[in-house]
């Protein structure tokens, strides 16, 4: 499967930005999603992850409240919204596809993800 990134951008602290991940190729198969963040000179970290149904997400608690991950199977497109931004949230975003069931604690390491975007980069201003 081959995953795109986009929707990212420069905002204000305080504004919002959509990201969107869009799915193409195998997509038939039920993959579990995350989005990854790596800020300059730290490491990829996971922020918020959805399973294939859509039933179950995930998120870091600096993140909890503020951004919201949602997917449509239908359009093999999954969504982060992200609102009350702060400088702290600038990073390249990255989505990535994992077929591995269930969505378990697995999920906050980066090598249990098989398939990865090119990340989209959001800046905030403060």
């Known amino acids: 499967v081959q995953l795109q990134a986009s929707g990212g951008g420069l905002v204000q602290a305080g504004g919002s930005l959509r990201l969107s991940c869009a799915a193409s190729?195998?997509?038939?198969?039920?993959?579990?999603m995350g989005w990854f963040r790596q800020a300059p000179g730290k490491e990829r970290e996971f922020v918020v992850g959805?399973?294939?149904?859509?039933?179950?997400?995930y998120y870091i608690d600096s993140v909890k409240g503020r951004f919201t991950i949602s997917r449509d199977n239908a359009k093999n497109t999954v969504y982060l919204q992200m609102n009350s931004l702060e400088f702290e949230d600038t990073a390249v975003y990255y989505c990535?596809?994992?077929?591995?069931?269930?969505?378990?604690?697995?999920?906050?390491?980066?090598?249990?993800?098989?398939?990865w975007g090119q990340g989209t980069l959001v800046t905030v201003s403060s």
């Open positions: 190729g195998r997509t038939s198969s039920n993959y579990n």
């Open positions: 959805i399973s294939w149904s859509g039933s179950s997400t």
């Open positions: 990535a596809a994992s077929t591995r069931q269930p969505y378990g604690t697995w999920r906050y390491r980066t090598d249990s993800y098989g398939y």
